[in-house]
């Protein structure tokens, strides 16, 4: 068989195809050609991104997830962090899970041997803040139970609920809490409200309600009436 022979034993493929090779000594006998060999096509390696929990639950958080995945290439997949730089945060290597993110841009890149992909940006995102402040209706008059309590809140991630002492663990819609007695007494606990949104992320108020002082009279002085149909009586 014609063509250009070589010393080495060693072939590189550079295309997929099908070949057959051919030994010839130095006499110039030529063997018998080997069988033929296909050589596959690679497929360029693919990059998936999970990113459901690429999320932060509170505002300066640092607990979104960016999960990847790699398929296709040649095998032994390294992973690599981005910011939005294209500055190395973590990697490369086989872990493919990117945890404790907070707010930014990033990119993920994998290599598979010289097969290389890499992800769009991608964007996580500060939350609002939870804010909230606090209404106070005292108690009107000493030894009722008519004082109020207004959350009032915006940001954070909606809805947001409330709770009041003594039951923190029952969260309602309303911001409002009513009927309460004053709690301004040397061994009273102030009431403990809670205002919390979807995500678990949560502002807490310790707030104390006031009484008047109680009204106190006493009778001083009777006098009685002169005579009878005077209309002259007087009491103090």
């Not at 296709?72 to 993110?101: C, R, V």
Request: charged share 15%.
């Amino acid at each position: 068989e014609t063509g250009t022979y070589t010393t080495t034993n060693v072939f590189p493929v550079a295309t997929a195809g099908t070949y057959r090779y051919w030994v010839k000594d130095a006499n110039g006998c030529v063997a018998v050609a080997t069988n033929a060999v296909t050589i596959l096509p690679v497929i360029p390696v693919d990059l998936t991104l999970d990113l459901d929990a690429a999320k932060i639950s509170c505002a300066g958080g640092s607990n979104a997830v960016i999960n990847a995945n790699a398929t296709h290439g040649l095998g032994g997949y390294q992973y690599t962090l981005y910011d939005g730089a294209m500055t190395i945060i973590e990697g490369p290597s086989a872990n493919k899970n990117f945890d404790n993110l907070g707010p930014g841009n990033y990119y993920v890149r994998v290599t598979s041997g010289d097969c290389v992909d890499t992800s769009d940006v991608i964007t996580i995102a500060n939350p609002a803040p939870l804010v909230a402040s606090e209404d106070i209706d005292h108690v009107v008059c000493f030894g009722q139970a008519n004082g109020k309590i207004t959350i009032n809140s915006s940001g954070g991630t909606q809805p947001i609920k409330y709770a009041i002492s003594p039951n923190l663990n029952q969260f309602v819609s309303s911001n409002v809490f009513s009927g309460l007695s004053a709690n301004d007494g040397p061994t009273d606990d102030p009431y403990t409200v809670i205002a919390q949104d979807a995500n678990g992320c949560y502002l807490t108020f310790n707030l104390i309600v006031t009484q008047p002082q109680p009204i106190e009279a006493e009778v001083e002085n009777v006098t009685d009436e002169t005579c009878l149909g005077e209309g002259d009586g007087k009491v103090e």
